[in-house]
Nanobody, 115 residues
């Protein structure tokens, strides 16, 4: 089992920044992929960014150049630095861990971009 706990969501004005954190505990093996997804009201959950334990990153086109995903393997923590936020970034953001072909999810954290 893997447990994921997110933090860092909130309300921010357009153009602002937020940093999300996700701490993982449990049976985290090498070869996993950590990522962030989001779900806006009335929309499907979508990938925002992901980062395999071996390196490299993958971003949704809508966030490229604005968001940065990183991880600290020693702390089993993944971060999402979000800059130049737009109202369309408003959503519940979920941390995801893909470990041994199983998807694990955090409880979600609300990000609201509004003036």
């Amino acid at each position: 089992q893997v447990q994921l706990v997110e933090s860092g969501g909130g309300l921010v004005q357009p153009g602002g920044s937020l940093r999300l954190s996700c701490a993982a505990s449990g049976r985290i093996f090498r070869g996993n992929v950590m990522g962030w997804y989001r779900q806006a009201p009335g929309k499907e959950r979508e990938l925002v960014a992901e980062i395999p334990s071996g390196g490299g990153t993958n971003y949704a086109d809508s966030v490229k150049g604005r968001f940065t995903i990183s991880r600290d393997n020693a702390k089993n923590t993944v971060y999402l630095e979000m800059n130049s936020l737009k109202p369309e970034d408003t959503a519940v953001y979920y941390c995801n861990a893909y470990v041994n072909a199983i998807n694990y999810w955090g409880q979600g954290t609300q990000v609201t971009v509004s003036s």
